[in-house]
């Protein structure tokens, strides 16, 4: 059995968030409950918005670090509850203070749990709405992938009904249409191959379940699930952005600044593509966007900048700052000298940094970013890649060669050129997304 024998299951329980939300919403469309969730606030925003500033830390652990003192401080320590413990009944009228002390004591405590319970019923209310905005994001998103892998196979499955080899040769061509990539097909094949004879299937309309099932054992096999971004754990949180040029880079650090300023972190933008003219102010115009510090200079050596607005990072408290690069690979060599000293800058700046290197890779190149990606891996240490425009793409399944060819973890991917339109890596969004329409 694969990972995902109850892929059944996934797509119900997918298909009933959005029923909920879209019933809650008064929504009819997918259309209308994008636009709908688009516009809705963050949970953060949201509950501080209605309750007055609150230090919730809710942070990227997806825990509830919730403490009771975040509620009603000042009424609950200023409170001289002054209950004296002889344990003797000798009623006075202090006495009497002291009853009434306990009784606005419980009426305190009761008052909090019943907003803690609101508040957590409202958090989960609006984790629920996010994690359906996410869901619908990759749902329209992949619709090209999907689109041409869904009608490929239903074609297949007419053309052929017993499984046999040629079956399993167009079945082949389809996957690695899909961008798929050669090695993963291949292995791919080799396990549905042997999981048919195993299990008796020889019918291709029972084969749909099974190929999403193995597709996707191959992708979260030996790992874990959530690709998170590493945050520092005092000081600023530093995320270098690489790739060549086009891929989407300037546009990926407005998304994520969007996403963060949105958690209430500070952020900053360093434009250190000091090589392509206007490529600072693109920049600037995204710090401008999305609240964020900004810092840049062009046609000067991008070390120095990057030096120059670490320091004011560190000056201004900022959580996370991201640096825009130049995207340039024509001289390997060059390009790895350039990075090296980047790296030595900020680590001496900020120690343990960068935390994160990103590779920004567009979806739309197919194997031309497979090959982008091997050669940085050997020029630099990149800790995660970010996927765009895979939107304007039938070519979503480069998901799955990345991690076949390259190894590194997909952490988020770009799904439109709006400030939205970013999402975490999520498996169980991207087999939806891709094969909702199949199962
Ligand atoms: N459809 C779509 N377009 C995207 C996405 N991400 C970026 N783009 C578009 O891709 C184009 C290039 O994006 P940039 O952010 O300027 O790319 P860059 O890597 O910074 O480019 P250089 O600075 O020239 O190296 C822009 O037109 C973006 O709107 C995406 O996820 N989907
Ligand atoms: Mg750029």
Redesign the pocket.
Known sequence: MGFFSNIKNLFKKKEKEIEEVKEELEVETIEELKEELDNTPSVEEDIEEESGPLDLDIDDDGEDDFEENDFSDEEVVDEDLDIDDDGEDDFDKSDFEDTVEEVKQEEVLEKIEKEKKSFFGKKKNKEKKEKVQQTITYDKGLEKTRKEFVSSLSLLGVKFTKIDDDYFDELEEILIKADIGVNTVMKFLDRLRSRCKHENITDTKFLNEVIVDELFSIYVEGESLTDKINMAESGPTIILMVGVNGVG??TTIGKLANKYHKQGKKIMLIGA?TF?AG?VP?LEEWAKRTDSLFYGKEETDPSGVIYDGLEIAKKEGVDIVFI?TAGRLQNKVNLMNELDKINRVIGKLVPNAPHETLLIIDATTGQNGISQAKAFKEITNITGIVLTKLDGTAKGGIVLAIKEEVNIPVKFIGLGEGLEDLSAFDIEDYIYGLFKDMI
Request: hydrophobic share 15%; proline share 0%; net charge neutral.
């Open positions: 880079k300037t593509d392509r490529a693109q825009d």
